[in-house]
Every structure is written in C-alpha cells, then in structure tokens.
C-alpha cells in the first residue's frame, strides 16, 4: 500500500452537520442524548434563531439538517419561513407536541419534511433524522394523504413540475390528472387508452421527476411552488412516506 493510499485511509470522513434548535435545557439534553448517537456532527441552539457563531454557522454549499421543537408552534412557524428564505437547502425536521392537520399542514407547505410527536421521539428520532438528511419525507402516511388532499385544488393546471424535464404531450395530460388524484382506471377512461398505457406513463413521470410514487409528486409540485406564495400566508393559520 502506498503513502498516498495509507493517508486517505487514515482520514475521517466529514460529517454532515445537524442542528438541533431547543430552547428547554431539559428537552434539549434528552434530545442530544438521542442524537449523539448518530453520524452528525451536532450543534446545538439555544434559541430559534440562526447560528451567530461562524464556527456553527449554516454552509450555504453543503445540505444540513435541522432538528426543531415545536412547542411553540407561532414562533417555530416564523423561524422555519426564516431558516427556509436563508437556508433554501436546509432539511427540516420539526417535533411536535401532536399530529394535528391545522399544526402540521403550514409545516409542510414550508418544506418540512419529517414531522414526530415528543412520544415518538425516543423511539424514531435517530432513523428520522437520517431518512429526513437523506432527503427522504418522514410523515405519517394518514397525515400526508389529508394534506395531499388539501392541496388538490391548488395542483391542477400547474406547470411548475414541467421546469427543464422534458414530457411528452400526453404524459402532460395523465400527469394532469395524476396531480387531480385520479387512479389509473379514471385517467384511462378520461384519456380513452388502456390502464397499461397510463402505468407506462405514470412510470416514466415518475422516474423522470426523480420520486417513488404519486403523492410523493403531487408534494414536490407542492414544494417547487412554494417558495414565494405560501411563504408570506397567515402563520396562524406507520407507513412514511420517502422521496429521492
């Protein structure tokens, strides 16, 4: 073996950075405790603001992930539109006193992408973590399925997904009616060709957007409009789910 060979071998693989916003003393040990035992460098905050420190500041090349209690959902909704306008490459993960539509919808209209309830938290915390800085959504499946519903309207006719990617005409109208939340059998019958024909063509937007089902679809066109109208909405206002 050479030098050369010896010394990469010999030096530690840099570890993503994972910051841990927590202004109770207690909660944020507990939480530490959990998250030292994963492959994160760990930075905690004290408070819900933005790094001061430039040792632990956000490195605006390189993805990080952000653990954030909820507990007070108005502030933790004006830090997370604050982290999101900085920080665009942020992967956000929120803990959450509970699971509920009118808490959880605004979160994930901001790009959060993994939600736990302080209960689940000893318990799935770690994995969450590292599916969440993967890229990958941590979401109960029933929780997602009533936002993807919420947003239907919103979805259709919108040529945010079109972007650079290339599609053909008719893949535009099945992923038209994908985005309606249409099942196979209804686009086929609407488009008048086969259910094998649509799930040709469902499999070919799918593999093309870069995601693994359709909800995961419907929640990037969510995502990819999202950046400048939801960000200024009212603030008061297990299966999971993962995507590429």
């Excluded at 808490?103 to 969440?132: C, D, H, M, N, W």
């Excluded at 099945?174 to 196979?184: E, G, R, Y």
């Excluded at 019958?189 to 259910?195: V, Y």
Aim: aromatic letters at 6%; hydrophobic letters at 45%; one cysteine or more.
């Amino acid at each position: 073996m050479d030098s050369t060979a010896r010394t990469r071998n010999t030096i530690p693989q840099c570890q993503r950075k994972l910051f841990l916003f927590c202004s109770h003393p207690v909660a944020q040990e507990q939480l530490a405790r959990l998250l030292r035992s994963s492959a994160f460098e760990l930075v905690l905050c004290h408070e819900l603001a933005l790094p001061k420190d430039e040792a632990e500041a956000f490195d605006a090349h390189e993805p990080c992930l952000a653990v954030v209690d909820g507990g007070d959902l108005l502030a933790t909704l004006e830090f997370v539109r604050t982290l999101r306008a900085e920080q665009r490459s942020v992967h956000l993960l929120v803990l959450l006193p509970r699971l509920e539509d009118a808490i959880a919808f605004p979160l994930l209209r901001l790009g959060v992408k993994g939600l736990l309830t302080y209960e689940q938290a000893p318990r799935e915390l770690t994995r969450a973590a590292s599916q969440v800085s993967a890229g990958m959504y941590w979401v109960p499946r029933e929780l997602l399925t009533r936002f993807v519903e919420s947003i239907l309207p919103e979805v259709r006719g919108s040529n945010a997904l079109d972007g650079d990617i290339g599609i053909s005409r008719r893949e535009r109208e099945v992923l038209d009616l994908l985005l309606a939340n249409l099942s196979n059998k209804e686009i086929a019958g609407k488009l008048f060709i086969s259910e094998r024909t649509v799930k040709f063509h469902v499999s070919n937007l799918l593999t093309k957007f870069g995601v693994q089902r359709r909800a995961d679809l419907i929640v990037l066109w969510m995502q990819r409009t999202s950046t400048a109208p939801w960000l200024g909405r009212d603030r008061s206002r297990s299966a999971w789910l993962q995507v590429n």
